[in-house]
C-alpha cells in the first residue's frame, strides 16, 4: 500500500488536516477541512523512490513548522482509497 502520514491543525482559527501516501516513485497528498467526505488531492511522480520519500519529507517539516501535528485518524482519505 505504502506509508500514510495524517497530520491536523486545530489551533484556532483552523480546523484542517493535511495527509500524504508515498507509493514507490509517487507520492499523494490529500488536504480539507476536518470533517469533509470531498478532501482535494494532488499527485506528484518522481523518477526514483528516494526522490518522492525527500519531497514527502519536506512538506511535512513545512506542515509541522506550520502548527500541524500528527494524527492517526481521516476517515475521508480512507474511504477514497478503499474505493
Avoid at 486545530?10 to 493535511?18: A, I, N, R
Avoid at 495527509?19 to 511522480?45: E, M, N, Y
Amino acid at each position: 500500500m505504502g506509508t500514510m502520514t495524517h497530520l491536523k491543525n486545530t489551533l484556532p482559527g483552523h480546523s484542517k488536516f493535511w495527509a500524504c501516501l508515498v507509493k514507490q516513485h509517487s507520492v499523494t497528498c490529500f488536504w480539507g477541512k476536518i470533517g469533509t467526505d470531498r478532501p482535494q488531492s494532488k499527485r506528484f511522480v518522481f523518477d526514483s523512490a528516494d526522490e518522492a520519500q525527500e519531497f514527502a519529507d519536506r512538506k511535512l517539516e513545512s506542515k509541522l513548522s506550520r502548527g500541524y501535528r500528527r494524527d492517526n485518524y481521516v476517515p475521508a482519505i480512507k474511504r477514497l482509497l478503499a474505493a
